[in-house]
């Protein structure tokens, strides 16, 4: 149970994290021979997706794991969390405007920001944010799809030279702030570039790391 309540703390503890970053310049792109298509990063259309899931907190402790499912419907976003055993410890659905509707949440998960903060991180790594897309490229020739939203802040979207991507977030408000690193990609035309494995680190020393490892994915608008 102790691992459980840090897991639910993750995402409300990174609200005192306080690093101001801002985003690097950006050149413009230099020839190449393949475009850069930003939506690739991202999955096409309406999927299941299942992770094992570990954490760890900035101070070093963690280690403890769920199951997470995700169901991707368009803008909106379905998601839990089970034990290993099947247990549902936490059910919420967050529509295309944002809205959030909890279905279930056992304790420790029923903490007012759990669900908000959950669902903002999970449709991070799985839908293109909203605003205004500029390309170009960083000083390390690493080509960018750069958003920028109404809010105010901006989410780098970058290519690696192992085929998959990373991403960086800067915000306003410091707190929100994400950094995430796709490992072993593979590309087709349905799935876009889908990893095996995902990192999403909350800086500062308040902040965690997730770490997910994919289990299955389906594609649910072709049955």
């Given at each position: ?68 499912i995700v ?149 649910l608008d072709q049955q």
């Amino acid at each position: 149970m102790k691992r459980l309540v840090l897991l639910s703390c993750l995402l409300v503890l990174a609200a005192c994290a306080r690093e101001p970053r801002r985003p690097p310049a950006l050149a413009p792109l230099q020839p190449v021979s393949a475009p850069l298509t930003c939506n690739d990063f991202f999955p096409q259309g309406d999927w299941q997706y299942v992770h094992a899931i570990r954490f760890r907190l900035a101070s070093g402790i963690g280690g403890g794991s769920v199951i997470g499912i995700v169901i991707l419907h368009g803008q909106s976003i379905q998601s839990a969390l089970t034990t290993v055993e099947g247990l549902t410890l936490f059910e919420a659905r967050a529509d295309s405007r944002g809205g959030i509707q909890v279905v279930r949440a056992l304790p420790p998960f029923d903490s007012p920001h759990f669900a908000e903060n959950l669902l903002k991180d999970i449709r991070l790594l799985f839908i293109p944010p909203l605003g205004i897309v500029k390309q170009g490229q960083l000083a390390d020739r690493a080509r960018v799809c750069r958003y920028e939203t109404a809010n105010g802040g901006t989410a780098d979207l970058m290519e690696t030279r192992d085929g998959c991507w990373r991403l960086h977030t800067y915000n306003p408000d410091p707190s929100r702030n994400r950094s995430v690193r796709a490992y072993s990609c593979e590309y087709t035309s349905e799935s876009g570039l889908m990893p095996s494995q995902l990192e999403l680190i909350a800086p500062g020393s308040s902040g965690y790391t997730l770490n997910l490892r994919l289990i299955s994915a389906q594609r649910l608008d072709q049955q």
